[in-house]
């Protein structure tokens, strides 16, 4: 090999070692998700695989909702959250005139793409992946009540915006 191969070699792996992918430069610029969850959400779609329903065998079956069914199927509003800076959470559940079915209340945090939900009850978590203004979630929930947190949560979320609309 001739000194110009090695030197452009040498320079070739020096530079090329320091480039970024546009992903990797997307990533750095992207703000945590702490600060991208802040604000109000509504569920436009959810999918629940509910493995041994109240913890019997041969129960499993899978809870799928989709935008649209909410009023027209379950005569409810799509439930939304409201995430406020101060580290609490609201999600508030209402019918179709509007008047409040439920609420859950809670403490949330994050951690790297992970949020954590803290109920008096129950603690959560949710990875979370954020894109075009829709929130994906998914995580292990106890969607049957049976006391165990084995049943298959994926959720969309639509950002509605930065304050809370409830």
Same mark, same amino acid.
């Given at each position: 090999?001739?000194? !110009?191969?090695?030197?452009? +070699?040498?320079? @070739?792996?020096? /530079?090329?070692?320091? #480039?970024?992918?546009?992903? =990797?430069?997307?990533?750095?610029? $992207? ?8 604000? @109000? !959400?509504? $569920? ?9 329903? =109240?913890?019997?065998?041969?129960? #499993?079956?899978?809870? =799928? ?9 379950? *005569? ?11 580290? @609490? +959470? ?8 509007? %008047?409040?079915? #439920?609420?859950?209340?809670?403490? !949330?945090? $994050?951690?790297? %793409? ?5 109920? #008096?009850?129950? $603690?959560?978590? /949710? ?10 979630? @998914?995580?292990?929930?106890?969607? %049957?009540?049976?006391?165990?947190? %084995? ?5 969309? *979320? *639509? /950002? ?7």
């Amino acid at each position: 090999m001739n000194r !110009w191969t090695i030197w452009i +070699f040498l320079l @070739t792996l020096t /530079f090329g070692c320091q #480039s970024e992918t546009a992903e =990797e430069k997307a990533a750095a610029n $992207t703000p945590p998700l702490y600060e991208r969850l802040m604000g @109000t !959400w509504e $569920t436009t779609y959810m999918k629940v695989d509910i493995r041994s329903a =109240e913890n019997k065998p041969d129960s #499993s079956y899978l809870f =799928e909702i989709e935008e649209g069914q909410f009023e027209r199927i379950f *005569r409810v509003k799509p439930y939304r959250t409201y995430f406020a800076p101060d580290s @609490t +959470f609201r999600t508030v559940h209402r019918g179709i005139p509007g %008047d409040i079915i #439920s609420q859950d209340k809670g403490l !949330w945090n $994050t951690f790297g %793409d992970t949020l954590m939900l803290l109920q #008096s009850d129950a $603690t959560m978590q /949710f990875k979370v992946a954020i894109r075009n203004g829709m929130g994906h979630f @998914t995580g292990f929930v106890d969607f %049957d009540g049976d006391g165990q947190q %084995d049943d298959a949560y994926y959720a969309i *979320r *639509r /950002f509605v915006g930065k304050h809370s609309y409830e």
